[in-house]
Structure formats: C-alpha cells, structure tokens
C-alpha cells in the first residue's frame, strides 16, 4: 500500500560546503541544488521530502528519532559519520525506518576507511558514486517499494 508521509533527506557533516570546495571530488552541485532536486523528485512522484542537514552527531540522531512513525523512509547521505558512528546506526535501528545509504563519491575507490559502513547492513540500499542521481534513484526506490 502506498504511504502519503514525507521521505527524509539527511545530509551530514560538510556536506554544508559542497559546490565550493573539491568539485573534482564532490562535484559543482550544491547543497540547495540537492535538496532542490529531491523536492522535485518526490513531486513528481506526488510526494514531498524533508530535508535536514547538520555538522553534529546529536542534532542528525535527534532528527532521526523525531522521524519515527511520521516519514516513510530515510535517505541519508551521513558523510564521514557514515564510517564512525555506532550512535547513527542505532538512531536508525531505533526509528525502524527504511534507509537508503548515498554517496556522492564512490567510497570504495577512496581510501580504505571510506569503505567501511556502520549504516550498510542495516541499508535497504546503497548508492555510492552516481553524484545526486543517487539521491533521486534513493526517492524513487523508497516510493516503488511500498506498492
Ligand atoms: O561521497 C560522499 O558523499 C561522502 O559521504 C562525503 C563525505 C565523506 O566523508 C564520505 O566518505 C563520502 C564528506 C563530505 C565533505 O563534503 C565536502 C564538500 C565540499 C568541500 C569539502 C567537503
């Protein structure tokens, strides 16, 4: 059955900067133009996200749990916390939200503490290297799994 609720965008650490600094990495795209481009996604899906960025641990696991019952699913892009923070994972094993995991990057052509995930296994999915494609393949993954 499908869910009217909202889909929640999560951006994390430094992901604030993008468009400004290491666009061979990351890309000339901005944080707006990303979130921009999820509302636009899930318009025309005839839903709405809810986008949320933070450079703090506790601000990104407080948003989570206020999540719980009132989003139908969670695509987070958490950025370095992605590699360190067991917090993050049990916000989300906590929430009981269906996630999908986004990089802009490829992780695992990166160094090798990128390509540790604590928040992959509890992933419906992963997209990692497709730039903001992913955020849009995250939406409409979320949006065709619920029929
Ligand atoms: O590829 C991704 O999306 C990452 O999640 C980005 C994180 C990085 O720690 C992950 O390993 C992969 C870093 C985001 C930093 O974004 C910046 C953007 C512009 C300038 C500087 C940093």
Redesign the pocket.
């Known amino acids: 059955m499908s869910d009217n609720r909202p889909i929640l965008v999560v951006n994390?650490?430094?992901?604030n900067?993008?468009?400004?600094?290491?666009p061979e990495i990351?890309g000339s795209t901005t944080l707006a133009d990303i979130e921009n481009l999820c509302r636009g996604t899930a318009a025309d899906l005839g839903r709405k996200v809810e986008c949320f960025q933070s450079n703090h641990e506790g601000a990104i696991i407080d948003r989570i749990h206020a999540a719980r019952g009132t989003v139908a699913g969670l695509v987070m892009?958490?950025?370095?916390y992605?590699?360190t923070s067991v917090a993050i994972r049990d916000a989300v094993l906590a929430a009981e939200l269906p996630l999908i995991e986004?990089?802009?990057?490829n992780?695992h052509a990166?160094e090798p503490f990128?390509h540790v995930s604590y928040l992959a296994d509890i992933a419906v999915a992963v997209i990692?290297g497709l730039g903001p494609d992913g955020y849009v393949a995250a939406i409409r993954h979320l949006v065709a799994r619920e029929t």
């Open positions: 994390g650490p430094n992901l900067l993008l468009g400004t600094r290491q990351y892009n958490a950025g370095a992605t590699h986004v990089h802009l990057s992780v990166r990128r990692s």
